[in-house]
């Protein structure tokens, strides 16, 4: 008894969180077991193990991994492209006091507006290719990016910079040894608000302008009222996020362990 | 001399102004002279303007917003009464926070709009769906950042209040309410951002009215003028609500706080 009682107190936040999280599934699988549901509400009823079953299904008749695929490379190329454009530009931006005053103004605007409202524009842009999803993926994920290598390199600690600047370096060897590697614990919040923003921006463009797609599958199950499909779809991109995130928080903590404050996040 | 001193005092304004108002021109200018735009395509500055007039006179874009912010309010209403109370809770009751904590974090870390689709065929595509959109997205800053506050309160003062034989409203009321206020100003500024994507996607996936219809509407049919301007008008209506609420945060509260997205 007295083993089990100290089993508990030892894991207590995990017994209690999983064990709430688990009672949950469970209520949700008894529901139509307890209460027979009314027909306005059963149709658009599922349960886990519904879920699980028509997850199955589509896998083993592949119908799901074109839609996977398809959402796999929009995300990856966009988050790419934010990566490659907004890194370099929150170093040039941080270093720079005139082109950090010429382009604030739109840093901010862009920053505080979900691009989401861009989307439109972008199908009329791109048409509903996969383009279209890859630039409202880039325009999300670009300015979390930006802001903490931005945020990053104006926290960088100025004895550093003047010791190496004495010691004769230029720009680029200052920017190597001293600005970089003391960015990258802000970078990595950045990468971790940029997955989030760039799976937004797969769900929500694929909704609207696609053929293909997870994002496009949920919708179109949505309309036909599958909605256990819809729950696939759902879980899936929950997953992804989670596991991702879980990843890069990872590594965040692995990198800023010797850092006292958190990073500016945005 | 006098010039340059007054110059380099107020560099950061001066730049900003000049490379906004010159990106406009620039746009303006270039499209009419350099290149022949598409018309389907992208427009100038001097159409939006004339759109913008025309809307705003017209008074069509004062209907969708009246639409939009009905749907919004209430789903930010509702997100600030349940998430307050929730985030306290969790930061007070230990056994709360481990209960509470792995489910809320795995949803706030989950594109939940990704529910949109399903509200809307529940709720239909009127008012209800988008406010359930709006609170789902806007609850957990305001659960978390309230959660961060009273994790945040300084002990001393839940003890003073108890050795003076305050009871457990006491120091809910008068100690752990005003530490929180600053968070919950943080809360609602990441709340708005999201409250928005709500109410925007829920426009674009199926609506009659409201802004987001709108600018998928002029998008439709090729107004490319009309959509730009609703679009601007949503961003500033964006900026200053969220940087006024951080101004808010930093009068508040100079010191750096707030619970971003996990």
Redesign the interface.
């Known amino acids: 008894m007295r083993t089990l009682a100290n089993f508990y107190r030892e894991r207590e936040p995990a017994i209690l969180g999983g064990g709430f999280i688990l009672l949950l599934i469970l209520a949700w699988q008894s529901v139509p077991a307890l209460v027979s549901l009314p027909k306005g509400i059963s149709l658009f009823f599922t349960t886990p193990v519904e879920v699980i079953q028509t997850f199955h299904q589509l896998v083993v008749k592949n119908q799901i991994q074109s839609h996977f695929y398809v959402s796999a490379v929009e995300f990856i190329v966009g988050l790419a492209l934010a990566i490659l454009v907004g890194l370099p530009l929150g170093l040039v931006m941080g270093r720079s006091k005139t082109l950090d005053a010429m382009l604030d103004p739109f840093v901010t605007a862009f920053n505080a507006t979900p691009r989401l409202i861009f989307l439109p524009l972008l199908i009329l842009w791109f048409g509903i290719g996969i383009w279209s999803k890859i630039t409202i993926v880039f325009v999300g994920a670009v300015f979390p990016l930006l802001i903490n290598t931005y945020e990053g390199v104006r926290n960088v600690d100025r004895v550093l910079v003047n010791v190496v600047r004495s010691f004769g370096a230029n720009e680029w060897q200052t920017m190597k040894t001293v600005v970089l590697p003391n960015s990258v614990p802000y970078i990595v919040v950045g990468l971790r608000l940029a997955i989030g923003r760039a799976l937004l921006g797969v769900v929500v463009g694929e909704f609207f302008a696609a053929s293909r797609g997870l994002g496009y599958m949920i919708a179109n199950a949505a309309t036909n009222y599958k909605v256990d499909v819809v729950f696939v779809g759902v879980t899936i991109f929950m997953a992804l996020s989670l596991i991702l995130t879980y990843f890069v928080k990872k590594l965040e903590s692995r990198l800023s362990r010797w850092r006292p404050e958190t990073a500016k996040n945005y | 001399m006098a010039l340059r001193d007054r110059y380099y005092e107020h560099?950061?304004p001066?730049?900003?102004t000049?490379?906004?108002i010159g990106?406009f021109l620039l746009w303006e200018w270039q499209l009419t002279s350099v290149v022949t735009v598409d018309p389907?395509?992208l427009t100038q500055p001097s159409k939006i303007a004339a759109a913008a007039k025309e809307l705003f006179l017209g008074g069509a874009i004062w209907q969708d917003l009246a639409v939009s912010s009905k749907a919004f309010l209430w789903g930010f209403s509702a997100a600030i009464i349940v998430g307050i109370p929730t985030g306290v809770f969790m930061g007070w009751r230990r056994?709360a926070e481990?209960?509470?904590?792995?489910?809320f974090t795995?949803l706030y870390?989950?594109?939940l709009?990704?529910?949109?689709?399903?509200l809307?065929?529940?709720f239909g595509v009127g008012l209800t769906g988008k406010v359930v959109l709006v609170f789902l997205l806007a609850v957990f800053p305001f659960i978390f950042n309230a959660f961060a506050g009273v994790k945040s309160t300084d002990r001393l003062l839940v003890n003073v209040v108890r050795s003076f034989g305050g009871k457990e409203k006491d120091i809910y009321w008068k100690v752990i309410l005003p530490s929180i206020l600053p968070y919950m100003v943080a809360g609602a500024r990441i709340a708005i951002?999201?409250g928005?994507?709500g109410i925007?996607?829920g426009e674009?996936?199926a609506a009659s009215e409201g802004i987001?219809f709108a600018?998928?509407r002029?998008?439709?049919t090729?107004r490319?003028p009309e959509?730009?301007a609703t679009?601007l008008v949503?961003?500033i209506l964006?900026?200053v609500?969220?940087?006024g609420l951080r101004k808010l945060e930093n009068v508040l509260a100079p010191w750096?706080i707030?619970q971003?997205?996990?």
């Open positions: 560099q950061r001066i730049l900003g000049v490379s906004v990106f389907f395509f056994r481990y209960t509470l904590d792995p489910f795995a870390a989950s594109p709009v990704a529910l949109a689709p399903l809307i065929i529940i951002g999201r928005i994507v925007i996607v674009f996936y987001g600018i998928s002029f998008g439709d090729y490319l959509m730009f679009i949503l961003m964006a900026v609500f969220t940087e750096k707030g971003e997205a996990r």
